[in-house]
């Protein structure tokens, strides 16, 4: 009897930490500012160290942290995941969800945006969309592209610098949108619904495809004159085929 009783509480222990998202490991529930700090580091690790730096450019924005809400479409069914055992935060950043365990784990991220369950990404103060990056023309042998259009459209407006296979774009209207396209104008990347600064790596000039990663406002002035010595020093966003 005592053994079922004792195996009763235990049980009861569990799920009571599986429903309040309590860490066994950190003997706690992570504070919301906590997995919020955790979120921005991981999404935005060269750009803001934690919420205050976040609120120097987003004053009016304030990150969300959900425990029983899916902003991403992947959770499942959320009461039976928690159930057994399965206890993960989502925090809403402006342009993303971070999924971080109890223990404060980062699991996963997901863009906000067009088409996604976190839309639409939420703009700062003083919208700004800077892209710094190169074209390739894919495989086999993803040599360098030099002809191609790089053009704000969808009543934004800014500038654009292309050198060799290297191409920079600032604009700082409301909803900027920026099509990168082969010289027969068919679309290769549409990058909307986006705020900051970002490198990205356009290795097949034919496909829609690309990488991105958010960069700090420095890193993208020094790199936005296309120098080739500040490109050899680009962290890897494209994989072992990316020419910088």
């Known amino acids: 009897m005592k053994v079922r009783y004792l195996l009763l509480v235990v049980f ?15 003997l706690r529930r992570l504070s919301d500012d906590e997995l919020i700090d955790v979120a921005i580091r991981y999404k935005y690790p060269d750009v803001y160290s934690g919420i205050g730096a976040l609120g ?25 995941s928690k159930f057994l055992g399965v206890k993960r935060f989502q925090v809403r950043l402006p342009d993303a969800v971070v999924v971080i ?7 996963l991220s997901r863009r ?38 790089v053009r704000w ?13 290297c191409f920079a774009a600032l604009s700082h209207s409301q909803k900027p949108t920026l099509r990168i396209s082969s010289v027969r104008n068919e679309d290769v990347v549409t990058i909307r619904d986006q705020y900051g600064y970002y490198l990205v790596s356009i290795k097949d000039v034919r496909r829609a495809g690309y990488g991105m990663l958010k960069i700090s406002e420095e890193e993208f002035r020094r790199s936005q004159t296309c120098d080739k010595a500040v490109r050899a020093e ?11």
């Not at 009861?12 to 950190?26: K, L, P």
């Not at 365990?101 to 699991?107: C, E, H, I």
């Not at 990404?121 to 592209?145: F, K, M, N, S």
């Not at 459209?153 to 296979?165: A, N, R, W």
């Open 56 to 80: 120097v450019d987003y004053p009016s924005f304030k990150p969300e942290v959900h425990y029983w809400e899916d902003l991403t479409g992947e959770a499942g069914n959320l009461f039976w």
């Open 112 to 149: 906000c945006g067009e088409n996604s369950w976190c839309s639409p990404a939420v703009a700062p103060d003083r919208p700004v969309l800077g892209i710094v990056g190169t074209v390739q023309g894919g495989p086999p042998d993803y040599e360098v592209v030099t002809e191609f259009l």
């Open 12 to 26: 009861i222990c569990f799920e009571a930490a599986n429903m309040t998202g309590f860490s066994w490991t950190r």
């Open 234 to 244: 680009w962290p890897n966003v494209g994989g072992a085929s990316w020419k910088r």
């Open 153 to 165: 459209s969808e009543g934004s407006e800014g500038s654009v610098l292309i050198s060799g296979h």
């Open 101 to 107: 365990s109890s223990n404060g784990f980062v699991r």
